[in-house]
C-alpha cells in the first residue's frame, strides 16, 4: 500500500497541473491569440495554392 502513495501523489500532480494549463488556456483565450498571431503566415501559404478557375 506504501507503494501506491507516490503514483496517487503523481498522478494527481499531473491531472491538477493539466487542469490549469488548460484552465488558463480558456481563460486568457491564448488558442484564438495564437490564430490570430499565425494568421498572417497562413494567409502566406493559402494565397500561394492554385485554384480552379471553371465555374
Do not use: C, I
Not at 16 to 36: E, G, Q, R
Amino acid at each position: 500500500m506504501a507503494k501506491f502513495y507516490p503514483v496517487l501523489k503523481n498522478l494527481s500532480l499531473a491531472g491538477f497541473s493539466f487542469f490549469a494549463v488548460t484552465f488558463a488556456v480558456y481563460y486568457f483565450n491564448l488558442d484564438m491569440k495564437l490564430t490570430a498571431a499565425m494568421e498572417p503566415v497562413l494567409e502566406y501559404f493559402y494565397d500561394k495554392v492554385d485554384r480552379d478557375q471553371h465555374l
